[in-house]
């Protein structure tokens, strides 16, 4: 059940990945609390809620990223938030991974992730307010086997937002992140079958799997004025997961 979050009322909310998952929860909470919502990704894979528009995005193409802000601006007369939440990942090691793949994760997690806010920096710093809200990951704050190009990308995106928080906050523009535990999305469809998937899930204190809303909860919560005076941060929204290590020993 999503909540209603004061302080978006009558905000323009562009939302990378934003038909799926995370970003199609984050679009949905902002729009039921009176946003207008930019869905923009690669292709509409589901229904939007009312108060949502999709718009077609490939988030490593710079020049398609700053048409899309560009018109997103003179059509809706005002950006105040980003969600960058396109993403994508790719199971392998130093060894095992192709080259290709660890240029894709990094061209779609780390590079479209700048790409994004550098199309709304201008804007954002001219009026003076805003809120971006970059989607990371445990899989940044920790190690995690088997997963260098993904874990290595959003370790990227966790360092980006201290520092595009450092060179916005003079212009009233706060940047911050989150990072999900094992969410129930599309991306994450199957795991359940894996032998570790258990482990896994316990490893959260919550013992369980999040769900897209709740995660979308907090993205509406950064990008509201209810955060006003919250910027540089990482918000884990992993149900424990990055407090503490799971040992049973009684
Ligand atoms: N689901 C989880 O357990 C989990 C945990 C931690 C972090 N995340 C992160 O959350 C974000 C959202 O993932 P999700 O779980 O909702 O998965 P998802 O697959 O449902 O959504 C990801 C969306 O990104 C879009 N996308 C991929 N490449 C793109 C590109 N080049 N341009 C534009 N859009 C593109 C996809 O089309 C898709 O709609 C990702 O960044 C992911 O790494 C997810």
Known sequence: MN???SGLQGKVILITGGASGIGLASATVAAASGARVICADLSQTHDLP?????????????????????DVISRHGQIDGLVTSAGISRVGDLQTMTLQEWDQV???????TMLSARAVAAHLKERKQGSIV?????????GNPSNLAYCTSKGGVLQMVRSLAA???????????????????????????SPAYAGFVKQHL????????EVGNTVAFLLSDMASFVTGVNIPVDGGFSAAKVIEMY
């Open 106 to 112: 990094l061209q779609i997690n780390l590079t479209g």
């Open 134 to 142: 970059a989607v990371a990951s445990i899989n940044g704050m920790l």
């Open 167 to 193: 060179d916005f906050g003079l212009h009233g523009v706060r940047v911050n992140s989150i990072s999900p535990g094992l969410i129930h999305t599309p991306m994450t469809a199957g795991l359940d079958q």
């Open 50 to 70: 009312a108060g949502c528009e999709f718009r077609k995005l490939d988030v490593s193409d710079w020049e398609m990223t700053q048409a899309l802000v560009e």
């Open 206 to 213: 919550l013992r369980r799997a999040g769900e897209a809303h």
């Open 3 to 5: 909540q209603i979050m």
